[in-house]
């Protein structure tokens, strides 16, 4: 491990610029990985916790003892004698600056304690229910589930409407074959973003207003998607569509049985790529949809934190659920997606 | 998983084949060739609704006043709306301007930009070279510094804005160095700082790759040559890596400034939606505000604030695509 660590360009030899290089990439990453997993451990601490400052680094809970003749679990403090003693006792009241405690060895005996002599005992505690109770009270279920359908809906559509067109375009000769390409390109100027109003007065037209099908459809045909797959056809040679129609293939069969398998890395790319971009999207879905049943996850969470602001300790949990699927598939897939970034430049 | 897909797979075999025989007699009727058509036709009609018919709409809706939202019912109003965006007595001044809030939006959407497409530029080019020295661990750290890239907007905001809360992480290192706590995202200062920094945390892994892969692009050799010759590490950067990494860089400088026009998602979850006050407006936020979020709907003014923008937009799009070609060959 260290030997690995200690690598550098020239064996043996450590420059200046290796250590600068180290510490930059050091700093980098905990910059990165503070705030992720800030709210990642944020997310299990209850909701009195969370509201406490100065703020603890483990999700904590007061530690508790059952003890007989008391009808509810006692709270743990460590007392700390005058004297410079530490005991652990548990408390049965507190009225004022004075605390009525009990030694959990002796439940009988009680005594005083003033307040300032006494802190509160606290155990690593994982508040689950941060997940759970979302979960029942709210409609995350719904958003989840709209989200998900959204996702592979989009999804599917993208992959197979774009790669017919991709297939139009890479092993035709049509008239009007450049024009269209260079309508497809014109699109990648204008971003939903720009033509978000009349685009929204589409879709009132379509009567998709607050409807999932207005979300899925406008973001369906990507130019980069278009872009991508042609490029990967260009490199399946002619001839075996050729052969393919010499057997008396259809053209759609040709599609469909010959090209299309042959893109599979190329699809699998465009598929990873269209999963994340539509389980993220945010400002499109918001115009689209009104009405809270129809939510989507991203407008789900961002109205919730509007709505309760203070409930954190909710809207961090539900954020990490968020969070999750993306993380998941970038941890299985992160060779490809890199690649396939560094390849293409997509978006 | 390879089940599902499997699964998923048949499903639309036999489906598709249902489509086999109509798509065969098609095909005999308007010959091989013409085939592009039907296999175009479904993309292209989504491209014509949502992209070519909006801007179309975008045009015609920027000339029309009023509140309705069907076109007809609109009154034709000239260049008012676009004499209302613009007029200003001085354009360094929004609250000279008769839409101050369209100014302001412009003037944060200006420096924004200006800070990101630096601060951005900077540290994606510094991680690609420390990057590109690295004999291993490359691919983890590349994943590193990418995984950001990928998060939801939303996500991004709130984990910030939980981060930078007044009970949050950030605030216990302020008052453990003997500051005061501060409400970051009630200051003027110290949001429109967070904004900018935020944005270069999440996506600089993005711009690293691209500036990475052009990196590695560079031939090995001429720097064994410079090697040779003793030239100094400094005088190799100057002299060689930075000249043969200028068409990357400019490519990455233009889809920077794409991207920061267009700022709005995580901006918007983290200031709550522009503030403190309009600290934080971006013109984003300003069109969809004026459209969808306030009690009087503007579609038209909306809408030709879209076309100004869509046109600063075609114009920096059009330098890209022109660079990207000649990077290429």
């Known amino acids: ?347 | 998983m390879n089940i599902l897909l499997e699964y998923i797979c048949d499903f639309f075999d036999r489906f598709l084949r249902l489509l086999e025989r109509p798509l065969l007699a098609l095909q005999k009727v308007i010959g091989i060739h013409r085939m592009a058509y039907f296999f175009l036709a479904p993309n292209m009609i989504l491209f014509a609704l949502f992209v070519f018919l909006p801007v179309g709409l975008a045009i015609a809706y920027a000339f029309t006043g009023g509140t309705e939202m069907l076109i007809w019912n609109r009154p034709f109003v000239g260049l008012e709306n676009f004499r209302r965006l613009l007029s200003c007595s001085s354009y360094m001044d929004p609250a000279t301007c008769e839409y101050d809030i369209f100014w302001t939006a412009i003037h944060n959407t200006g420096w924004y930009t200006a800070l990101n497409v630096i601060g951005t530029l900077l540290i994606s080019l510094a991680t690609a070279l420390v990057l590109n020295r690295l004999t291993r661990g490359k691919a983890f750290f590349r994943a590193v510094f990418f995984y950001p890239v990928l998060l939801s907007p939303v996500v991004i905001g709130l984990v910030w804005k939980w981060f930078l809360a007044r009970n949050g992480l950030l605030n216990l290192f302020v008052e453990n160095f003997g500051g005061e706590r501060i409400i970051f995202m009630l200051d003027v200062f110290w949001s429109r700082f967070w904004v900018v920094y935020i944005s270069i945390w999440f996506q600089m892994g993005f711009y690293t790759l691209i500036i990475l892969a052009g990196l590695q692009a560079i031939p090995n050799d001429i720097y064994e040559a410079a090697q040779v010759d003793g030239t100094s590490r400094w005088r190799q950067f100057r002299k060689l890596t930075l000249p043969l990494l200028i068409p990357n860089l400019l490519v990455v400088t233009v889809l920077l400034l794409i991207r920061s026009v267009q700022v709005f998602d995580e901006a918007w979850v983290l200031t709550d939606g522009g503030g403190p006050g309009t600290a934080n407006t971006f013109i984003v936020q300003f069109i969809y505000q004026t459209a969808f979020n306030s009690e009087v709907r503007l579609y038209g003014l909306a809408s030709a604030a879209s076309v100004l923008m869509g046109l600063v937009l075609l114009v920096l799009t059009l330098v890209q695509v022109w660079m990207s070609k000649k990077a290429e060959h």
């Open chain 1, 1 to 347: 491990m260290i030997k690995f660590l200690t690598r550098t360009r020239h064996p043996g030899r450590i420059e200046p610029v290796d250590i600068i290089s180290w510490i930059w990439l050091f700093f980098g990453t905990t910059m990165i990985a503070i705030p992720i997993a800030w709210a990642l451990l944020s997310s299990f601490k209850s909701e009195s916790e969370i509201n406490s400052f100065p703020p603890t680094l483990m999700p904590q809970a007061a530690s508790t003892v059952e003890i007989e003749g008391q009808s509810k679990p006692l709270s743990m403090w460590q007392w700390t004698t005058p004297e410079g003693e530490t005991k652990e006792v548990a408390m049965v009241r507190r009225i004022g600056i004075k605390a009525t405690m009990i030694d959990p060895a002796e439940p009988n005996k009680k005594f005083q304690v003033p307040i300032n002599e006494i802190k509160q005992i606290k155990d690593v505690h994982f508040a689950w229910n941060n997940y759970s109770e979302p979960l029942e009270q709210f409609d995350f279920v719904t958003y989840i589930k709209n989200t998900t359908f959204v996702t592979l809906v989009a999804t599917l559509l993208t992959l197979l409407l774009n790669s017919m067109s991709a297939f139009a375009l890479s092993k035709y000769n049509f008239r009007g074959k450049n024009a269209i390409f260079v309508a497809i390109l014109s699109t990648l100027m204008l971003p939903l973003s720009v033509i978000m109003v009349p685009a929204f007065i589409v879709v009132v037209g379509l009567n998709l207003a607050d409807n999932l099908w207005g979300v899925i459809l406008a973001t369906v045909a990507t130019p980069t998607g278009v872009f991508l797959l042609r490029q990967y056809m260009l490199t399946i040679p002619d001839d075996l569509i050729e052969a393919a129609r010499v057997d008396a293939a259809s053209e759609f069969r040709v599609y469909w049985k010959v090209v299309l398998p042959l893109c599979a890395p190329a699809l699998a790319v465009l598929a990873i790529f269209s999963v994340i971009w539509r389980w993220n999207d945010f400002l499109w879905p918001l115009i689209v949809l009104s009405s809270p049943e129809n939510y989507t996850l991203q407008i789900g969470l961002n109205s919730f934190q509007g709505q309760f602001s203070v409930q954190w300790h909710y809207i961090l949990a539900m954020t990490v659920i968020a969070l999750l699927p993306v993380t998941v598939v970038f941890i299985l897939l992160q060779k490809y997606i890199t690649q396939g970034v560094a390849s293409s430049g997509v978006k």
